[in-house]
């Protein structure tokens, strides 16, 4: 509905409805009902739809990246990332500016290695941290970029906000926190593989070092020395 009365036919169809008002209010149309100026809404529409556009009944690339966290997390995660690359890479209106397309699909890589490296570690995650990385894929990432596209390119890059920046530098900003964390993330899984690759490789240098395999040798000869 929205898209309909913001729309340039719209507007073209009440303007020739509003001069049909006109002229019937200062008695040019004679005994000409109001139905004229129905007549004049629809032309106008028409005219202003072929002229300008009509409006569409789809609704923006962007309205639908919305997803849910119910079922399976990986399954989620990868619709999640599936659509946020594939919004970022048809770009509507082209209002996602180059450095922060790329900033975008390299997070989501970034997102995506975090997914394998979680499941392959030997490690785990906190509560709060599972939630995290969870929900960056499924709702933190997908709603900013959701909430920027609704901003007109020119606004977006032209217009402070309250918080004294532009809505792309705000999006800037969002996008580096997101990379810290998901970079926190990672680094946490790996230290957590290398304590464990390093407690593992502690044991069997104790098992089979040059002490662990002199040990037997020294008992025999030892046993051999008693009386």
């Known amino acids: ?31 000409l009902g109001l139905g004229v100026a129905a007549l004049g809404y629809a032309a106008g529409f028409v005219i202003g739809g072929l002229w300008l556009g009509f409006p569409s009944t789809q609704e923006p690339a962007w309205e639908a990246l919305q997803f849910s966290d119910e079922g399976d997390a990986r399954e989620a995660m990868e619709r999640a990332l599936h659509g946020v690359r594939q919004l970022t890479e048809h770009n509507p209106e082209r209002r996602i500016p180059p450095a922060l397309q790329a900033r975008v699909l390299a997070l989501c890589v970034a997102l995506d290695g975090l997914l394998q490296q979680w499941e392959r570690s030997k490690g785990s995650l906190s509560l709060q941290d599972s939630f995290h990385a969870r929900h960056i894929a499924i709702s933190y990432l997908p709603e900013a970029l959701n909430t920027y596209l609704s901003i007109p390119a020119a606004f977006a890059s032209g217009k402070i906000l309250d918080n004294g920046k532009t809505a792309q530098a705000t999006f800037a900003d969002t996008l580096a926190e997101l990379e810290t964390k998901v970079g926190q993330l990672g680094e946490d899984l790996a230290a957590q593989d290398a304590h464990a690759f390093l407690v593992h490789s502690k044991f069997l240098s104790q098992k089979f070092g040059p002490q662990g395999l002199d040990a037997p040798a020294l008992n025999i000869a030892a046993e051999e020395r008693k009386p």
């Not at 303007?15 to 008695?27: D, E, F, R, W």
């Open 1 to 31: 509905m929205f898209r309909l009365l913001a729309s340039p036919a719209n507007w073209c169809g009440l303007g020739l409805a509003s001069a049909v008002l006109l002229l019937k209010a200062a008695g040019l149309l004679g005994g």
